[in-house]
């Protein structure tokens, strides 16, 4: 009779992901980006690249527009002038 074979070592128990990046985005956005989304796809399927610009450009304008009135934060998430790094701030004026 020979000798049993070795215990095999156990995997170590998985550990808790980190936080990921995404996890504070709030549900607003990601239904807004999903619309957002839908009706650029809806452009794209109608008119081509041409439509499909056209309404990514037209959203970009409105969610500007609404932050620069209002003086908020948007569903966008862009960040304000004063949290800017540097990447983003190289067309930056005073």
């Not at 996890?23 to 650029?40: C, D, E, K, Y």
């Not at 399927?45 to 969610?63: K, Q, R, W």
Request: glycine share 12%; hydrophobic share 45%; proline share 12%.
């Amino acid at each position: 009779m020979s000798a049993p074979p070795p215990p095999r070592p156990q995997a170590a128990p998985p550990s808790p992901p980190g936080r990921s990046r995404w996890a504070g985005v709030p549900l607003m956005t990601w239904i807004a980006l999903g619309v957002v989304a839908f009706i650029a796809l809806i452009g794209l399927a109608a008119s081509g690249a041409s439509g499909f610009l056209l309404v990514v450009s037209f959203v970009a304008f409105g969610t500007a527009l609404y932050s620069l009135v209002t003086g908020r934060r948007s569903w966008a998430l862009v960040p304000n002038r004063k949290n800017l790094d540097g990447s983003g701030s190289a067309g930056k004026t005073g």
